[in-house]
């Protein structure tokens, strides 16, 4: 005579069956492609900038190691695609590689090496370079840009320019270039970009005045909503802001103010907003010479918060 299994019985076999036949997930063996474009620029004495390309993989790179005359010094995340080797000797030539890491271990082979001799060591010198004028930025499709700028001076001589994005160096080119290209920008996005002069003893010039670009926007989306024209000018114990707020069809009646990547305050125009260019206030108890990155963002008619102007750093006096 049969008997029935009971429900939870019947459950239990069902579960084990399913588990016994399900797949196990494929071991993931391909390692990421090869990173490409490296480059090796002395800066000084004692430093070479490493900078290269993205490289892909079937399911994430996580990350990159540098190596130096092939013994690895360097280990990075995968959304660091620039470092400085530091701790050289002066007037020494050496051979950069990068290799690109998966998070199963898969390691790519080594870039093409490429070479770069230290500065010679140079006398005590603490005059910082000019700072570049006539910095200019030009769109390159919605990705890309290219920079810009004449040259600074240096009593002894300029070793390399470094490009700033909101005060975070993005790019840097030997002290004989006036050209940077970036690439791995963002469609319909507001960047404020300025360069840096350096010397062979690592003094750097002020920042150029900034150059500002709003990368097209992709298609069928909808066009840039961020204020304009942003300055950022600091006093004792205040930092005034003017700019020009964007286009939207109706007065923008709220603004919102972000220091460091961080909400600060809500602008709001008690009367109706003022007419072209509008201008606001606010206090700092930071000590002078601290660096602030200031961004902006408009409320749109539909209540929603439009695109973040380009940004604007300011050192608190």
Excluded at 141 to 168: C, E, Q
Aim: hydrophobic content about 40%.
């Amino acid at each position: 005579m049969q008997r029935l299994l009971t429900a939870s019985l019947l459950t239990t076999l069902v579960l084990a069956l399913a588990a016994c036949s399900a797949a196990p997930a494929p071991k993931d063996t391909r390692a990421p492609t090869v990173p490409a474009g490296v480059t090796a620029t002395a800066g000084s004495a004692r430093t070479v900038h490493v900078m290269w390309s993205a490289a892909t993989d079937d399911r994430a790179v996580t990350g990159y190691a540098v190596y130096r005359d092939g013994r690895k010094v360097k280990d990075l995340p995968a959304t660091t695609l620039m470092t400085d080797v530091v701790g050289l000797a002066p007037a020494t030539r050496h051979r950069f590689a990068v290799r690109a890491r998966d998070a199963a271990g898969n390691v790519s082979p080594p870039s093409a090496g490429v070479t770069a001799t230290t500065l010679p060591a140079t006398t005590e010198d603490r005059t910082p370079p000019t700072a570049p004028t006539a910095l200019r930025v030009t769109a390159d499709g919605s990705r890309a840009a290219t920079l810009r700028w004449s040259p600074a001076r240096d009593d002894v001589r300029v070793t390399a320019y470094d490009v700033y994005r909101a005060d975070t160096r993005v790019h840097t080119v030997p002290g004989t270039a006036t050209t940077a290209r970036l690439t791995g920008l963002r469609p319909g996005t507001a960047y404020a970009f300025t360069v840096r002069a350096r010397d062979a003893a690592e003094n750097s010039s002020p920042d150029s005045a900034p150059a500002d670009l709003t990368t097209a926007p992709s298609p069928g989306a909808p066009p840039n909503t961020a204020p304009r024209n942003l300055t950022a000018t600091a006093a004792e114990g205040e930092i005034t802001l003017t700019w020009t707020p964007p286009e939207t069809g109706a007065p923008v009646t709220r603004h919102e103010l972000h220091l460091d990547g961080r909400f600060t305050t809500t602008i709001i125009w008690g009367t109706a907003p003022p007419p072209g260019r509008a201008t606001y206030t606010f206090p700092v108890q930071d000590p002078p010479g601290t660096r602030h990155v200031v961004t902006l963002r408009a409320q749109l008619p539909d209540g929603t918060w439009g695109d973040f102007s380009a940004p604007r750093t300011v050192v608190v006096r």
